[in-house]
């Protein structure tokens, strides 16, 4: 029998540490009554619990492929997605949360990437709306001096490594 996907294994993972609830609750009272917009929506594990807590969500992606798969789970179809770039992408529509997370922030690879990123969310809020950003932050007081490899996750079917540019500021995450 094949292995799910990597990113169906994520979304299980995810849905079994109990994340998702706490994230669409938290979610879901800073859109209230307004419509929320999901950066780097995926496969809808966020936007499609926020649709069903009555929330207008609509989505950017930057991958066919994803959005497919997001139109593929049930609910999935109802999502308006536009594809494209979350940096610059415009959506024809103002809204009270735009949000992204699970790391989908750090896909933007330079500051001038995410500066534009920050500017593309401003210009789509209402006065008074968020832009949520949780993504993670590299443990860098951990690397002994010249170490630039970390595992760090290994379990009997994965291993995660990181592989640390200090000088960049960047991160390469390997998963294995």
Do not use: K
């Amino acid at each position: 029998m094949l292995a799910p996907p990597l990113s169906t294994r994520r979304a299980r993972r995810h849905a079994r540490s109990g994340v998702i609830d706490p994230t669409v609750d938290f979610l879901a009272e800073l859109a209230g009554n307004g419509a929320a917009l999901e950066f780097g929506i995926g496969t809808g594990r966020i936007a499609i619990p926020l649709r069903a807590r009555g929330i207008s969500v609509y989505g950017v992606d930057l991958s066919p492929d994803m959005v497919a798969a997001l139109r593929d789970r049930p609910g999935g179809v109802d999502v308006p997605v536009t594809i494209g770039a979350m940096a610059t992408v415009r959506v024809e529509r103002e809204f009270s949360l735009i949000y992204a997370v699970w790391n989908t922030f750090i896909n933007l690879l330079s500051q001038d990437e995410q500066v534009q990123c920050f500017r593309n969310a401003a210009a789509h809020l209402i006065p008074g709306g968020y832009f949520v950003v949780e993504t993670l932050v590299p443990r860098l007081q951990g690397l002994s001096l010249g170490e630039t490899v970390r595992a760090s996750a290994f379990g009997a079917n994965n291993a995660d490594v990181d592989e640390y540019d200090v000088v960049a500021q960047h991160i390469t995450s390997h998963h294995y």
